[in-house]
């Protein structure tokens, strides 16, 4: 008898003690798949292009709780620059950047020259370029920032000529039939050895692309493999896909104009309208480098 009462209190000892065990085996702090920000709720953090007239919201990489998490996305934030205000030149060795102007109008400052720039302007900035914005009208200049890390082992070429500046109203819409027939695309920026963006400029950059979607429309949800993404939902509300179980569709988040997602590889990714209205994505892809095989 006094076995058993032994045994019974021993019961509850070796279920803490496997439950500690567990948790030792599987910390809290496993890496996620995706990552969500909701831009209007992150505060403004200084970093190195800030100044007192010159604002930066940091949704991803520097800046952010889990910088450590994107392989290729050194930074992704918003930036304002205050009437008549400046931000700091800045210049990476190892980093390519893309502007794109929300609202707002300014001026672009590159290496020597300096060009105006308005709402829908998309720009690329190469590794070693200096470079830096300046509001110059009477209303708050908004803008994405985005950087891009380049692997050691790809060679930069020196920048003989700025590639140039685009605006968004005048890059045609296009459908691509793997994606469906419920989505628009304009194709803005793409690799340096491509044909089929408006500029093609980048070394880790796949796809800097907008999307329009038709009121309950998709872009069928689907995964890279060697690539991570991020979707910004600029207007309009839907359900984003995020991860998923055996059909890939299992994830969906409620979105709306301001939530900005991060995507590692082989993550599900996607998006659903609703039934209410159009959409607009601003997203972008960047490319892995791929694995080194022993043989």
């Not at 567990?22 to 200084?46: C, F, G, K």
């Not at 605006?167 to 803005?188: A, D, F, Q």
């Not at 690799?191 to 089929?196: D, E, F, I, S």
Request: glycine fraction near 8%; hydrophobic fraction near 35%.
């Amino acid at each position: 008898m006094k076995k058993l009462l032994r045994l019974v209190l021993l019961i509850p000892l070796l279920c803490v003690s496997a439950v500690a065990q567990q948790a030792s085996v599987h910390p809290e702090n496993v890496d996620p798949s995706w990552l969500h920000r909701y831009v209007p709720d992150i505060p403004y953090e200084t970093v190195d292009l800030t100044t007192t007239t010159c604002h930066y919201k940091p949704i991803f990489g520097v800046g952010d709780s889990e910088a450590q998490l994107p392989v290729t996305v050194a930074r992704y934030g918003e930036l304002t620059v205050d009437p008549n205000g400046e931000c700091k030149t800045v210049s990476y060795p190892r980093e390519e950047q893309i502007y794109v102007i929300l609202d707002g109008s300014g001026i672009l400052h590159y290496g020597t020259e300096t060009v105006p720039v308005r709402k829908d302007d998309f720009m690329y900035f190469p590794p070693t370029l200096a470079h830096t914005v300046a509001d110059s009208s009477g209303q708050p200049l908004r803008l994405m920032v985005m950087g891009f890390k380049v692997p050691d082992d790809i060679q930069i070429e020196s920048p003989s000529q700025f590639p140039g500046i685009a605006n968004m109203e005048n890059v045609k819409e296009e459908v691509l039939t793997w994606h469906g027939p419920s989505v628009r695309y304009k194709l803005l920026l793409g690799p340096r050895t491509g044909t089929r963006n408006t500029l093609n400029a980048a070394y880790v950059v796949q796809t800097l692309f907008g999307m329009d979607f038709s009121p309950g429309g998709t872009n069928f949800p689907h995964h890279h493999e060697y690539m991570e993404e991020i979707y910004l939902l600029m207007d309009g509300h839907g359900d984003e896909v995020a991860g998923g179980g055996m059909n890939g569709v299992e994830g969906l988040h409620p979105a709306k104009a301001g939530d900005a997602y991060f995507y590692r590889q082989n993550c599900t990714v996607g998006f659903y309208d609703s039934k209410e209205g159009r959409a607009d994505i601003l997203a972008v892809q960047s490319r892995l480098p791929l694995p080194k095989h022993p043989y």
